[in-house]
């Protein structure tokens, strides 16, 4: 089995900075892509950043020049450095890992944009 455990949720104000950290722990050979999506109040989950085993990474276009997703393979974490938060980034944020044919999911962690 797989545990993804995120951290660095919490209340910014407009403008304002925060990162978040994932590490996944378990049964991990031969990890994919790692990334992050969130869940706003009343709408579905979506991607906001994925990078791959070769570094090669994906942006949701409204977080694109802001936001900046890396990895350390050594480590099995994933990060995502947030800046210029806006209101509208206000969401569940969850960690995301694929392995072969697998899907894991962190618990989400709460990013609330708000003056």
Known sequence: QVQLVESG?????PGGSLRLSCAAS????AINTMG?????PGKQR???ATIDNNGFTNYAY?????????????KNTVHLQ????????TAVYYCHMSQELSNYWGQGTQVTVSS
């Open 46 to 48: 979506e991607l906001v």
């Open 9 to 13: 949720g919490g209340l910014v104000q």
């Open 82 to 89: 947030m800046n210029s938060l806006r209101p509208e980034d």
């Open 62 to 74: 409204s977080v694109k020049g802001r936001f900046t997703v890396s990895r350390d393979n050594a």
């Open 26 to 29: 378990g049964r991990i050979f």
């Open 36 to 40: 992050w999506y969130r869940q706003p």
